[in-house]
């Protein structure tokens, strides 16, 4: 399944806000620096549909904020 995500980096609390069926806006409490941001939203999405971190990948977007994401 691919989703859109707009990731929120840098946010006071983590979480996931679903817009629709294929939309979320996810923030996380890591910044946007080496990647750190990406590994949390992978984190918490994973825990949000109940799989495995790997299960998750970032498939485009992985320096901006809008994310096109799989999960398998």
Do not use: R, W
Request: proline content about 1%.
């Amino acid at each position: 399944m691919k989703i859109f995500v707009k990731a929120k980096p840098g946010a006071k609390k983590e979480e996931i806000l679903k817009i629709d069926e294929t939309h979320y806006n996810v923030s996380v409490k890591a910044a946007a620096k080496e990647g750190k941001s990406n590994a949390a939203i992978i984190k918490a999405l994973a825990k949000y549909f109940d799989v495995s971190a790997s299960c998750v990948e970032i498939v485009s977007g992985k320096t901006s904020k809008q994310k096109i994401v799989e999960i398998i």
